[in-house]
Structure formats: structure tokens, C-alpha cells
């Protein structure tokens, strides 16, 4: 059974760099897609970005110039990054799978992170 | 961007009774392309509904959906006090993928 696990500072102070990782356990990240979601609080959900087995991304155009997504497949983990960050970035951060229904050609995110929570102060 | 516009923002009901959820995309998404998700308060959320009407591994078949085009639907026939709970709509055929604003489902 797969598990997604997210980690890293719960703080971050207003200007510097989020970093989160994502760890899976149960299964390989050489396969699927790796999603980051994540939820102001008393929020909605907001799609971040993913990255594809093969190491090609695809983000957000809202956070496109702050997110880098990468992948460590020798840790089975990968990672999100997102750049001069504010208030507005305080958030639930998930990490999710998303699976490839291919008798139908469609797609869900089927595995998700517990959600770890990160507050923008300084 | 497909916006998706999700009606009503909260419903009342008692359990046993049937919820009608919709949602409403600003252009035209792929049904393959719509999925639908619990989220429990607390909890992280969870994917009910793929390919707009295929249920997930594990979801009761009180769980359906339906819709193509602009308008799709999530149906539960008889709601279990576990139902109680938010619901979002997501869209995976235009990128970015955009999620509806949720519809909560609250105990009447």
C-alpha cells in the first residue's frame, strides 16, 4: 500500500524559500505522477504542480516563476520549492499520486499526504 | 483557465436523505478528464469519483457521478453520518488544474 508522507519547517519567514518533501513509501516514485496541492486555511484546494516518473513538470501559471519541483528517486521522495514566499503562501501543503486510469484515459489523485501545515512569519 | 463554479455552497440535509451536487466548468472538460473528492474536516482529501462516473477503489456505491460537457454531478443516494463532510470538483483536461470552491454537506 502506498503512503506519502510530507516534511520540513513549519515556519518560513516572508521573503525566503519553502521547502517541502515528500516521502513514498510502499511503492516507487519512477512511476505515476507527484502532485503538490495545497489549502489557505479555511480555504479551497489549490493545485501547485507535478512532476512526471521521467523528471518533465508541469506548474501552476499563477506560481510558475516561484515552484520548482524535483525528484529523488534513489530517496523515493520529491521535493517542492517555492520562492519569496508571503502570507498569502501560509498553507496545508499536500502531497498526492496522481494515477493514470488507462481503460478510460483519465486521471484522480488516488494517494495523499496527511498535510503538513506551514505559517509565513517573521 | 476552466474555472468550476460548484452549487450549492452548503446543503442541509439529514442522513438518509439524497445529495445533489453540482458542478459547472466555464468551458467544456473532457469527462475523463473530471474527478471528485471528499475532504473531512481534519483530514486530507480523497478521491470519490474519476472519469466524471467511475468510483475509486473502496468507495460505496452510494457514491455516483454523472455529466458531460459543462455540467457534472455528484450523487449520494443516501447519506451516512461519514458523508457529512466537503466536497470538490476537479478538472484535469486543460492545465492548470483547477479545483470548484467545495460544497459542504452539513447534518440538517
Known amino acids: 500500500q502506498v503512503q506519502l508522507q510530507e516534511s520540513g519547517p513549519g515556519l518560513v519567514k516572508p521573503s525566503e524559500t519553502l521547502s517541502l518533501t515528500c516521502t513514498v513509501s510502499?511503492?516507487?516514485?519512477?512511476?505515476?505522477?507527484w502532485s503538490w496541492i495545497r489549502q489557505p486555511p479555511g480555504k479551497g484546494l489549490e493545485w501547485i504542480g507535478f512532476?512526471?516518473?521521467?523528471?518533465?513538470?508541469n506548474y501552476n501559471p499563477s506560481l510558475k516563476s516561484r515552484v520548482t519541483i524535483s525528484r529523488d528517486t534513489s530517496k523515493n521522495q520529491f521535493s517542492l520549492r517555492l520562492s519569496s514566499v508571503t502570507a498569502a503562501d501560509a498553507a496545508v501543503y499536500y502531497c498526492?499520486?496522481?494515477?493514470?486510469?488507462?481503460?478510460?484515459?483519465?486521471?484522480?489523485?488516488?494517494?495523499w499526504g496527511q498535510g503538513t501545515t506551514v505559517t509565513v512569519s517573521s | 483557465e476552466i474555472v468550476l463554479t460548484q452549487s450549492p455552497g452548503t446543503l442541509s440535509l439529514s442522513p438518509g436523505e439524497r445529495a445533489t451536487l453540482s458542478c459547472r466548468a466555464s468551458?467544456?472538460?473532457?469527462?475523463?478528464?473530471l474527478a471528485w473528492y471528499q475532504q473531512r474536516p481534519g483530514q486530507a482529501p480523497r478521491l470519490l469519483i474519476y472519469?466524471?462516473?467511475s468510483r475509486a477503489t473502496g468507495i460505496p456505491d452510494r457514491f455516483s457521478g454523472s455529466g458531460s460537457g459543462t455540467d457534472f454531478t455528484l450523487t449520494i443516494s443516501r447519506l451516512e453520518p461519514e458523508d457529512f463532510a466537503v466536497y470538490y470538483c476537479?478538472?484535469?483536461?486543460?492545465?492548470?488544474?483547477?479545483f470548484g470552491q467545495g460544497t459542504k454537506v452539513e447534518i440538517k
Open positions: 510502499g511503492g516507487s516514485i519512477s512511476s505515476y505522477y
Open positions: 498526492a499520486r496522481l494515477y493514470y486510469y488507462a481503460k478510460i484515459d483519465s486521471y484522480g489523485m488516488d494517494v
Open positions: 476537479q478538472q484535469y483536461g486543460s492545465s492548470p488544474e483547477t
Open positions: 472519469g466524471a462516473s
Open positions: 512532476i512526471y516518473y521521467s523528471g518533465s513538470t
Open positions: 468551458q467544456s472538460v473532457s469527462s475523463s478528464y
